[in-house]
């Protein structure tokens, strides 16, 4: 859901309404990088105003966004899991857009990596990459984290590539419509693993359908919903592909439909793999980003006919391309690149999906993580 803010401005007399648009990076706090970064965002011309640090953190690679409320959730992606470690932290927005830190928790295993806020607002969860565990964590009153809730610890990997996954890697959480099941893609089993959730008590367990097992090899990464939550979609890092999945919302099961590559054919040697994954706001388009490809791979998307067409990739002006996010218009497409440290703006044409330049970007090292909040 899109947060609205009312900006009464007088101008000659004359008060005017004005809504927000700002754009929030997660980085790797290298070089010059200190935490988590904010834009303004100019709807009409895709322009990034200069960043400025919104809150200090130690890798804070991903954010995420309550769906009502003027907070924000982020990662400390470190790979120590000892008890006072912190893995998951909360912030509340200020009227500048910078953040003031609410509260900090262990997540519970290393490397924390990826957070999501349950579409109710009642619970954050967060996957732990090298600790290869899940966990959920209340929101109280005041937008802080509670004690955690659940902590599911995942065992075993495929042994389809021994250098990364002969251990559980969980990669992302993400929740269905009502937060009532949660989806953890996990690199190092090569599985999508199902949960049940009650978001108010912050608890889950396995589903009916405990996962979904992908390709061998594929190492799923991230993972989203289409608008009508009939489809999702996730990227598996290592083979560059892109897996379309068909959800059955009343039975609360996914079964694979198709695979696509992400690059093309005569890419595919080259030292690729995939980043993250998005559906367009309309639900007609999915864009992959690549990491030595260094492009956004555009798809069109029919969920009817449960179809994705590969349209082709778009160069992101950088380098090891990362996470990306798509404004609420639909008009626009930022990506950060980790490497190059930059965060550049891309054109959506609204009738094809494919994408272009415009030549707008700004300077964010170890870029990782983009995405928008209106308010």
């Known amino acids: 859901m899109i947060r609205t803010f009312v900006l009464l401005f007088s101008l000659c007399g004359v008060s005017s309404v004005f809504a927000e648009t700002l754009v929030y990076v997660g980085t790797y706090t290298r070089g010059s990088s200190e935490g988590i970064y904010v834009s303004r965002f100019n709807p009409e011309t895709g322009e990034l105003s200069e960043p400025v640090l919104a809150a200090e953190a130690e890798n804070p690679s991903f954010v995420a966004l309550h769906p009502t409320r003027p907070l924000l959730y982020a990662v400390s992606e470190v790979s120590s899991d000892g008890p006072d470690s912190v893995g998951i932290m909360a912030f509340a927005i200020n009227d500048d857009g910078t953040l003031r830190k609410l509260n900090e928790r262990p997540s519970g295993g290393g490397a924390a990596c990826h957070v999501a806020v349950d579409p109710t607002g009642q619970c954050v969860g967060v996957a732990n990459y090298s600790g290869g565990s899940c966990a959920l964590f209340p929101i109280l009153d005041d937008g802080s984290l509670g004690a955690v809730g659940s902590l599911m610890q995942h065992v075993g990997g495929s042994g389809a590539n021994p250098n990364r996954q002969n251990s559980p890697h969980a990669h992302a959480i993400n929740f269905n419509a009502d937060g009532t099941q949660a989806f953890v893609n996990d690199l190092g089993k090569d599985q999508v693993l199902i949960y049940d959730v009650n978001p108010k008590t912050a608890k889950m367990k396995p589903s009916k359908q405990p996962f979904l097992q992908l390709p061998a090899g594929g190492g799923p990464r991230h993972f989203c919903f289409e608008p009508s939550h ?13 897996a379309m999945l068909d959800y059955d919302g009343e039975k609360g099961s996914l079964r694979s439909v198709v695979i696509r590559d992400t690059i093309p054919e005569a890419d595919r040697e080259m030292n690729n ?20 490809h260094n492009s956004i791979a555009a798809f069109r998307l029919d969920v009817s006919s449960q179809k994705l067409v590969y349209l082709g990739n778009t160069s992101t002006e950088g380098k090891i391309t990362r996470g990306f996010g798509i404004d609420p218009t639909g008009q626009y497409l930022v990506v950060g690149n980790q490497n190059s440290c930059n965060v550049v703006t891309l054109k959506i044409d609204a009738a094809t999906g494919k994408l272009s330049p415009t030549g707008h970007s700004v300077l964010v090292d170890g870029a990782v993580n983009v995405r928008f909040y209106d308010r």
């Open 273 to 292: 793999s995939t980043a993250e994954c998005l559906v367009h706001p309309s639900g007609r388009y999915v864009y992959v980003s690549n990491r030595g």
């Open 230 to 242: 009939q489809v999702a979609v996730a990227n598996l890092e290592m083979t560059s592909r892109v």
